[in-house]
T-cell receptor, first 115, second 112 residues
Framework: SQTIHQWPATLVQPVGSPLSLECTVE??????LYWYRQAAGRGLQLLFY??????ISSEVPQNLSASRPQDRQFILSSKKLLLSDSGFYLC??????????????FGPGTRLLVL | GESVGLHLPTLSVQEGDNSIINCAYS??????FIWYKQESGKGPQFIID?????DKRQGQRVTVLLNKTVKHLSLQIAATQPGDSAVYFC???????????FGRGTSLIVHP
């Protein structure tokens, strides 16, 4: 079966510091990968998605970036965090093919607090 | 832009009752719908999905109903339990897109 991991689970960072959040998927190959942010009491905002290694699509302009160095690894980064970057970051994977190709399955999330 | 919305932000029910969570969507091209459950501090969990060529789909204690005429989607939970307390999201996709539109969510509170 497929599993998705995110770390760290929680993170407290000062304003202006760098960020690196990692997401890995097991049990599948060539998945679609996604990064979302969820503010408190709000819905899910898609940040980036990737349909293959090195292929990144950005949905919103911001000081965040994403990379996919390996098939089942997705990294969210920032060179300098802003207070507004605080939130709950969720990684998701999707089959990208087959009968339920559009379905997305979420990881446990990383709660980021920028002070 | 078009988006998926939810009718009620909070739904309170008694344990054992049936729960109905509603969702309205506005994109007439939407053809795939998903319900997620998100417990506090956790990532959303896939519950059930339905395609536009179906009106109803059943899972374990859950049923999703789709009314394409009025662009309405509902999630029915039978014999609601305290463990069902969570925020429930609906999402829609259209035309083979991999990018869903999520609603803000409905908070389901189950009282013992």
């Amino acid at each position: 079966s497929q599993t998705i991991h995110q770390w760290p689970a929680t993170l407290v960072q000062p304003v202006g510091s760098p960020l690196s959040l990692e997401c890995t998927v097991e049990g599948t190959s060539n998945p679609n990968l996604y990064w979302y942010r969820q503010a408190a009491g709000r819905g899910l905002q898609l940040l980036f998605y990737s349909v293959g290694i090195g292929q990144i699509s950005s949905e919103v302009p911001q000081n965040l970036s994403a990379s996919r160095p390996q098939d089942r690894q997705f990294i969210l980064s920032s060179k300098k965090l802003l207070l507004s970057d605080s939130g709950f970051y969720l990684c998701a994977w999707g089959p990208g093919q087959g009968t339920s190709r559009e379905t997305q399955y979420f990881g446990p999330g990383t709660r980021l607090l920028v002070l | 832009g078009e988006s998926v919305g939810l009718h009620l932000p909070t739904l309170s029910v008694q344990e054992g009752d049936n729960s109905i969570i509603n969702c309205a969507y506005s994109n007439s091209a939407s053809d795939y719908f998903i319900w997620y459950k998100q417990e506090s501090g956790k990532g959303p969990q896939f519950i059930i999905d339905i395609r536009s060529n179906m009106d109803k789909r059943q899972g374990q204690r859950v049923t999703v109903l789709l009314n394409k005429t009025v662009k309405h989607l509902s999630l029915q939970i039978a014999a609601t339990q305290p463990g069902d307390s969570a925020v429930y999201f609906c999402a829609d996709l259209s035309g083979g897109s991999y990018i869903p539109t999520f609603g803000r969510g409905t908070s389901l509170i189950v009282h013992p």
